[in-house]
């Protein structure tokens, strides 16, 4: 097993992520198992590819399997590199994961012949539904008024659908409290909560917090499925040109401060392609003993 932090350059800051890189024979059963025992947000499981790819890869959370995450693609694609598992080619070198997605291709950044960091294309996102304000502020802990007046919460996917809820300000953000009877129906309508906040200045450009209880996850350190669909949110409203990087802010609250890297691609005005990057920290290698 080997555990990094994503979404960071240094260890004990961003998003941890457990990797068991040989995880070949193991049923899922297991896997589901471990992860909870693991009890990070994500833990992944690669074994040998089947369609091509560079490698196959399982997600779970500590209480189910996700067909795509954002951090558990950089961080496992960088283990891979770390490895020796994916021939090292700086300054970039391409991993295709096999998720349940489908082939996801990984960019990772080698120096030294080390993974430093990783960016993940996530595709063409898809603009599913707009939100009633009131149904979005309710759920938040929260008013109308502390939404933001000229951005309407809308559920938004490129991999994994989120509803994107953009408030005020970043102060905002930390008066949240989560209305857990109101969560399952908000949820079964709409899609996972992912509230933000411009920033004060370019960094970060946006502050966010990826609030998914019933996945087993109270708040997120940092979550690449999510920051994607709100790059593309605000793409189309006309506040992020295409091939600009910025800077998301997340985990700040429960002191996992990670930073994501977004930007769109587009054709004309079609978004072609959303990616999410960040840089990828070591932290520990282990043996799991099993029964």
Request: hydrophobic fraction near 45%; charge should be negative.
């Amino acid at each position: 097993m080997i555990q990094v932090d994503v979404f960071t350059d240094r260890p004990l800051a961003g998003n941890p992520l457990a990797v068991f890189p040989h995880a070949r024979g193991l049923t899922v059963g297991a896997m589901q198992a471990i992860a909870t025992e693991m009890n990070l947000s994500e833990t992944t499981f690669v074994t040998a590819p089947q369609t091509g790819g560079d490698a196959r890869v399982r997600i779970f959370t500590p209480e189910t399997e996700l067909p795509f995450a954002g951090h558990p693609s950089v961080g496992t694609a960088c283990v891979l590199v770390d490895l020796g598992l994916m021939a090292a080619v700086e300054p970039r070198t391409p991993v295709v994961l096999e998720l349940g997605v489908g082939p996801t291709l990984v960019e990772v950044d080698v120096r030294e012949g080390r993974a430093i960091g990783a960016t993940v294309h996530q595709g063409p996102p898809r603009f599913v539904a707009e939100v009633p304000r009131e149904a979005a502020a309710a759920v938040l802990g929260l008013s109308v008024d502390d939404l933001h007046a000229d951005h309407a919460p809308a559920v938004v996917g490129t991999g994994l659908e989120y509803t994107i809820v953009p408030l005020r300000d970043r102060a905002r953000l930390g008066r949240i409290v989560l209305d857990l009877t109101r969560v399952p129906a908000f949820e079964d309508a709409y899609a996972e909560l992912y509230p933000c906040a411009f920033g004060e200045g370019d960094d970060p450009w946006v502050e966010a917090r990826g609030l998914f209880p019933l996945c087993g996850i109270p708040e997120d350190p940092a979550t690449g499925s999510a920051a994607g669909p709100l790059a593309a949110y605000f793409a189309r409203a006309g506040v992020l040109a295409a091939g600009e990087t910025r800077v998301v802010l997340q985990g700040a609250h429960i002191r996992r401060p990670s930073r994501l890297h977004v930007s769109v691609e587009a054709t004309g005005d079609e978004m072609t392609d959303v990616l999410v990057g960040g840089g990828v920290a070591m932290v520990m290698t282990g043996t799991l003993t099993l029964p």
